[in-house]
Each structure stands twice: as C-alpha cells, then as structure tokens.
C-alpha cells in the first residue's frame, strides 16, 4: 500500500539522518482526557449509554537544520476510547520532510493542508479526509500523503499537491453516538476507481493577497472525500447496514476574503462532478468585530453565514444544503487566553437546528480546560439530522500540553 | 553594495544632524524641535535590515500572579519610512499556542495587513487589525504599543527638558495620525546622550493617563544600533503589569521577503 511505504520512506529518512542532526529539535504536544455526556439514553441497538470516556496523546517532533531550509516534522495520534472501538484509533497526522527554497518549497510524507476563509463549513477544503470519529466539525483530519510543491511568486502562490493514495472516512461503530440509523461497514468500502484506495489524486491551487483581499483558486481531480453511503444486506446477521462508495470527481472552487475595518467578509464556492448530477455550492458571510466591549478587555466576533448545497439526495449527504448559521465569538484576551464561540445552525428548509457553544481556558501554564455542548432543536423527521435528535452532547476535555 | 548605502546613511544621518544643529540656532517651533528629537532617534535605529530577537513576556495581575509567555520575533525593515516594516512573531510558550504565529504588514496611517497562523488546523487566517490598542496576548501592551514606532505614525511637539534618572531628556509629545488610534497622546523621554526613548506615557481616548512604559537596559550593537532590552508596561487603571524581556537581538539575518509571505507563517518555527 502507497500510504505505508510513504510511511516507511520518511521513517528510514529519519533513521538515517537522526545521527547527523543532534541538533535543531524540539518536542510538543498534549495528553488529553476527554468525557462525553449524552442527554439522552440512545435510540439505536448497541449504542453506548449517556457517557464516553477517552484519552488522546498527540506528540509532535520537529527538526530544522540551523538555516531552516531543512525540515522534519513527525506527529503521531492516538486516541483510546473506552465505549467505541472504531473511535479507538491511531494516525499519522504529519510525517515529512520539507526543503525551503528561495521562492520555492517541496514537501515529501504525510500531512494536512488548509483551503479556505469560512467558519461554519470548511467547503473548498478537500486535500485531507476527515476524521469524523473525532467530531462532527470537519476540523480533525487524517494525515494525507503526498508530495507537494509550492511557488511564490509575484502574481501569488502555486501549488502542485500528488495525492499518494486514499484515506477512508472514518465512522462510530456500533457503540457509537452521533452516527448514522445503520451501521457503516468500511471492511466492505467500494472505489469507482479501479485502483482504489491507491488511486494517485492531482490537486492545483493557486492564492494570492492583494490590498484588503486574500484569493484562492483550486481544480481537484481525484477520489471523492464524502463517500455515498449506500444501504446493503448485513453480512454477519439478518439485517441492514450501510457501505461507504467513493466515487472519482473533479472539482473547481474558489474562496475569497476582503477585510475593512472590523469586517471580514468571505465566500467560498464549488462546483462538483462526477456523482449523478453536476452541483455548485455557496457558502457566505461575514464576521464584525466589536472591540473592548464595554470598555473591558475582551473583543465579540458576531458570525453570519449562508450555505446553499444542490447536490441531490442519492449523491454523499451533507446538512448545509440551505442552512443559515449565526453566532459570536467572545475573546476576553486575559492572560488565560479564555475564549467561547456561541452559535445556531438552522436548516432555512425544515427549521432543523444545531445549538453549540465552545468554550476554552488555559489554566496554569500548561494545562487546558475546554467545554463543547451540541444540541440538535426541532428536528425535523426526514430531515439531515433526523440520526441526530437524541444525541444532544456535553463535552469536556482536559489537555496537559508539552 | 550594503557598505555603500551604509556610507550614504552615515552621510545622510551626519547631515541631518547638521541641519538639525543648525536649525536650533534660528527660531524652532516646539513642533519642529519635536519632530527633530524624535526623527534623531528614529534614525539612529534605521539601517539594520533585518533583525531576530526572542523574548519574554511577563504578565502580573493586580495581586502579583504572573504568567509568562516566550516569543519570537522577526523583522524586516522596509528602507521607506512612508511604508512600515514586516514583522513575524512566533509563540513558543505557553504550549497550547506554540507555534501560533502573526505575520504584519505594518502600514503608516492604515490599518496593518495581518494573518494569523493556527497550528491546530494549519490554517492562515487574514485577521482585521484596525483595533490595534486592545491587550495584545492578554498583556498590557497593545499592538500598537511595541510596533507602532515608526516616526511618520505621529506627530509631534516638544514640551520640555529634564533629567531622567542619569541622563538629561527631552520630553515629546507625541500625536497618534492613526484615526482609530486607542491613544489621544503619548509623552515620551528622550535622552540627549544617545537619543533613546526612556520612558512613554500612554493618555487614553479620554485623556487620561492609562500606562506608563519604562525601557531600560540598552545596549549598543554592532552598527550603532541601539535596542532596550526591557520594557516594563504599567497599566494604572487596572494595576496589572507586563515586563518584555528581550534575548540578544541579531541584526542583518539572512531573512528575505520570502519569509514573510502568507505562506512562510506555517514553516515559521
């Protein structure tokens, strides 16, 4: 498999270099426990009960020569969860080797890469596959591998991404909360490419800023990251579940931001095919800062966003199809860095709703405290979050960070 | 070609000091006196290129608690004193925002151009900096307050002469031109000896005295240049305190333009 001997290449790299570079690393990261409280009992056979206790380690090991045009990064993860086997994990978040060159940069190994301005979806951000065991935000992603090649030049940045194999989506299991009706089966996942999950994906983007605006561009060609979850007979016992097909797309976007004063305003779009049906896709908005708010310390982000969506129902699901999200951000810029993110994601079409609120403080020097609460409000009976409904969730999370 | 236009400076600078002499003879305004004293002082400091210098931030709150924060920073000096400088701070410490970085793009009368990079996701995002007078990282100075330096950001009008711990100084004035300035003045403490700034006071919006910065510390580098090596930041209002503690600075690095673009903030530590 591409993915392991990408894996096995940058372990020998470093095996052999690590004797001739004493010097220039450095070791961070965090060890985390984490509860999850369930409102509700669970609806569905075998799920766990009202509480999820799990632990995370996530060290990270850099190296970069004394005139930092060499560059190793190493970052493992682990996640141990006591209810959910398929949350019990482990990846290679990062693990590669960079050159930096005047105006050029060429990077070998695993890692993860950004697209994109908005906050309530990450639409144009399609090089790594999500980790959705980890949350339902979109923002924990699987280590890609890749070989990558960046540019800058005058009229901005270019950057050339192989894709070397595929990364499964990954999915509760059984157990699990905060998942499909039907179990996904992914020992049983289908690729439209003959290659599968060593297909090699091409991936184009170009970024520049220029006075108030940030602009990106990108052409993706390659396997799909949201798979179609298509229901098959059980393989086991007399019964249902679902089977993960990622089908080969191309795809064009977009993602744009000009910032005025205390305003920030962004979009992002695609357009997609290669599913059933071409489809574009819109997410915008803006966020306004108010600053020092009442004469005190703290700043208040407001957040404003739309999405629009058009793919059809038989192509990978998705709740942004015409969704409204609001929210505020509060930072009390204190000396504990206290921060809480507050917000509603409301379905335009059914009324459906996604009540959440993040909120996180360092306490000492090393340790962070952080709380999440997710709840889903009229849900609508054949809507998006229709699985959803009774998994209404507090989170807490103590990490010591290193 | 570096040597000659460090010729042309010393040239420049000997000349400016000339005129400057020769300017007190005849009749000064107080405003032109200010603005002299502090472009003295400006440019005594200008040539360097480049510089990279690490530091420590020590936060006290009211009762004496502090939290620390260890940084770096980089900066590139923009030879045009009608545009401002580039400058890239990494955190390294507390752990939980190591790595973090905030790339600027200083500009003179406008707000800055400023991203910031969040490790966690690896994601750059441009962040809107015309509010530079809040707590920068949950200390008393604010942005504007260690960046902000640049002679055409202010004008000026020199007030009176007096000693100033061993030295004898001249105290300026100084007038944010930056509209959403948090500031409506600034008194400064310049020396006569080696044209340094030794102490700020900060008026708020409403023109009262709000901090009290005191530098100390300086020392001379190679080159002339001249850089304290602590910034003690009083706030009287709120009886907190942030000293910055700065390592030894390294002047003409080998750091270019490319290290301060967009995409330099994720390989910046």
Redesign the interface.
Known sequence: MRFRRALVLVGLGLLVSCPLLADGWSL?G?LAAEVRWFANSPVLDGQLETVQGSGLFAPEL?WRSE??RH?ITLSPFVRWDAEDDERTHFDLREGYY?Y?G??W?LLFGVD???W??TESRHLVDIVNQTDLVEDLDD?DKLGQPMVKV?W?RGFG?IELLALLGFRERTFPGPAGRLRPPLVVDRDRTVYESAAGEERLDLALRW?H?LGDW?LGAHAFHGTSREPRLVPAASRADPGVELVPYYDVINQVGVDL?F?R????WKAEALVREGYDDTFGAVVAGFER?L??IGGS?A?LGLLLELHYDGREETEPPTIYDRDLFFGGRLAL?????TSILAGALVDRGDGSTVLLLEATR?LG??F?LEFEGRSFLDVAPAGDLAALEDDDLLVLRL?W?? | MRKTSFVLRSLCLSLILLLTGLESVAAETPEEKGYAIAARSDRSDRGFTSSSVGMTMV?R?KAGKE??RTLSLRTLENPDESVGDKSLIVFD???????TALLSHARILE?D?QWLYLPA????????S??K???F???EFAFEDFTALELEKFTYRWVREEACGEFVCDVVERTPRYEHSGYTRQLSWVDQSVFQVRQVEFYDRKGSLLKTLTLDEYRQYDGGYWRAHRLAMVNHVSGKSTDLLYDTFEFGT?L?E?DF???ALE?A?
């Not at chain 1, 810029?333 to 860095?337: I, L, R």
């Not at chain 2, 996701?121 to 809107?128: D, F, G, M, N, T």
């Open positions: 961070s965090s850099r005139d930092r560059q960079r930096v005047d105006e940069e993860r890469v950004f994109g301005v923002e960046g800058d940045r970024s800023y940030d931001q910032t004063g205390a305003w920030l800062t600053y020092q310390s700043d810029n204190d000396s504990q860095d360092r020097q090393q962070t990490s960070n290193f | 936060l709150n939290a620390r410490d507390p752990a939980d925002i190591e790595g707000a151009d996701l690896k994601r750059v995002k441009r962040i809107s015309v509010n007078s809040g707590p990282v949950g200390s080998d270019s490319s673009v967009k995409s390989r530590r």
